[in-house]
């Protein structure tokens, strides 16, 4: 059975505010630092710092502490209604976009179709990540009038740094620019600000796991009309990010790899760089751990299981993208662009690694999730196997 609540959020009055959030997520470690809360805060008392050691949101009034709030005194909820790790956020969302709750052997949550599809564009294929999907697709979107920008992410100044900052795409050009990965973190959301200044109201999010999980929390919370203009949710496989630091603490100081030498990355069971001068170098994963970021050690969705198309790298093949297509319009748009040449399909069970990897790594994730927050996560998890000597190996 799956676990549910018995007064599910929107037949109840919903008067948790702050304090409840502050209480619940912040303090406890659940927050990933998202930042939808931030973008739905309609006082502008949520603060976030985009920076290495930070990554959460804070509040910026203190004369009631900065674990309350004024306004949510009075009765705004606006922070609770958008955060994807507050309370029962998983079985809401489900019913938001499924109509039901996952199965218990719905690891990577519920889907439509399984694919791995590549971009059929030369250009957008060898700019993107793995098969250039992302690229693709929101290049065609936008071509096909679904919607007018995207939320994603762009590297700072020349890319030299490595360092994501959240952005909106315009167009194709745009697009491309923000293509690759750069396994840092990227509050996506933050650039909702941007679109608004221009004037923008048709928006895709491309986020991670967490972020693409507080749309659907959104709207079913009803936060109101800052979730709106969201028309198209791509969630992007994600087991962790990292801090900056890994590359001067790691990649530079034992490794001598120069972050301004490098020209692309790539994780395949090991952490795969490529240099300007051609080089290729494999770090153990291992190695990277340390610096995993503080936000994502124990989120448990590694499949971005919200989003209307989920989509990684993962599997034998650094030219194809697995894509795990969920929702009714998320089919649409797939169809439509197999239909019409942009990009090329294959069934996702052509290649064993990458569905083995999708449901490992799914639980991997969701063993992380702790046992005082919702039981909904981890039902249905199965129990890690033993070591030969007894022991329970941990979860990264």
């Not at 999907?133 to 994603?152: E, P, Q, R």
């Not at 650039?191 to 991670?208: D, P, S, T, Y």
Request: charged fraction near 25%; aromatic fraction near 8%.
């Amino acid at each position: 059975m799956t676990v549910t609540e018995t007064a599910p959020a929107g037949l109840e009055r919903w008067t948790h505010q702050w304090k409840e959030l502050y209480e619940e997520v912040i303090n406890t470690g659940l927050c990933t630092g998202c930042a939808g809360c931030v973008i739905a805060c309609p006082y502008e008392v949520i603060g976030y710092k985009h920076e290495e050691g930070h990554y959460k949101p804070f509040h910026i009034e203190e004369e009631l502490g900065l674990d309350n709030c004024g306004h949510g005194e009075k009765g705004c909820t606006s922070c609770t209604r958008a955060c994807p790790r507050f309370r029962t956020w998983e079985p809401e969302a489900d019913m938001q976009l499924f109509g039901r709750t996952r199965k218990d052997d719905e690891m990577y949550g519920q889907y439509r179709q399984l694919l791995l599809v590549r971009a059929s564009d030369k250009e957008v294929h060898e700019k993107g990540q793995d098969g250039g999907f992302v690229g693709a697709m929101l290049i065609w979107l936008m071509k096909h009038d679904y919607i007018d920008a995207a939320l994603t992410s762009f590297m700072e100044g020349d890319g030299t740094s490595w360092k994501a900052r959240p952005g909106l795409a315009r167009t194709p050009e745009e697009v491309l620019q923000s293509s690759g990965s750069r396994y840092t973190f990227s509050a996506n959301t933050l650039a909702m600000k941007e679109a608004q200044e221009a004037g923008i109201n048709r928006l895709a999010l491309v986020g991670m796991s967490c972020q693409s999980s507080a749309l659907p929390i959104m709207w079913k919370r009803k936060v109101g009309k800052i979730a709106k203009p969201f028309l198209f949710n791509i969630g992007l496989l994600c087991s962790k990010t990292f801090d900056d630091a890994i590359f001067e603490e790691l990649f530079l100081a034992k490794y001598g790899l120069k972050k301004e030498e490098m020209v692309k990355m790539n994780i395949k069971g090991v952490f795969q760089i490529w240099m300007k001068d051609g080089a290729y170098h494999e770090i153990d994963l291992k190695e990277c751990h340390q610096w995993t970021r503080e936000g994502c050690k124990m989120c448990p969705d590694f499949a971005a299981e919200h989003a209307d198309i989920s989509t990684g790298g993962i599997g034998e093949d650094n030219a194809w993208t697995l894509c795990v297509v969920r929702t009714e319009l998320g089919e649409e748009v797939m169809n439509r662009m197999i239909a019409d040449g942009s990009v090329i399909a294959r069934p996702a069970e052509t290649d064993a690694t990458a569905m083995k990897l999708l449901r490992l790594l799914s639980i991997v994730s969701r063993r992380r999730w702790p046992e005082f927050g919702d039981k909904n996560p981890s039902v249905g998890v199965p129990p890690p196997k033993k070591k030969a000597d007894g022991t329970v190996p941990a979860p990264h």
